[in-house]
């Protein structure tokens, strides 16, 4: 499978709830740096807390069922592939999360080793972390 291909299998299992093709797609020693001054900030490592703890942590910020993710575009060169998404839900806190993400992904023998994601991180913390 190509670098595109993983990454779309990933983006398509998160869409779709797939949590055994989340957790698969990344290496055990995979990096998510999620840039800004977040709660999430930071350089996330290892597959366990990525798909446990960044993503998973999440979860519980959104109304179960509503979370809506269309992958836009992706571009690719080696096993570099940067993709664009958009994510939508209700939050528990009774607004709405809107956003456009892009993703730096880097991908080495089937598995996302690397993630850099980039997002309007001042509507994350208005939606997700309103405290």
Known sequence: MNARDVVIRYVEAV??????????????????HYP????????????????NDFL??????LVPGTLEI?????????????????????TVYGGTY????VGVFTVREGRIVSVVEYADTRHVAAALFPE
């Not at 709830?17 to 020693?29: L, P």
């Not at 350089?43 to 798909?51: E, L, Y």
């Open 15 to 32: 869409r779709d709830g797939d949590a055994d093709v989340v957790y698969a797609s990344f290496a055990e020693d995979a990096t998510w």
């Open 70 to 90: 269309d992958l836009v575009a992706t571009i690719a060169e080696g096993d570099r592939v940067v993709a664009e998404w958009t994510s939508k839900a209700r």
């Open 98 to 101: 809107d956003n456009r993400c």
């Open 56 to 61: 998973g942590g999440i979860g519980p910020l």
């Open 36 to 51: 800004g001054d977040l709660p999430i900030s930071k350089v996330w490592r290892g597959r366990d807390a990525i798909v």
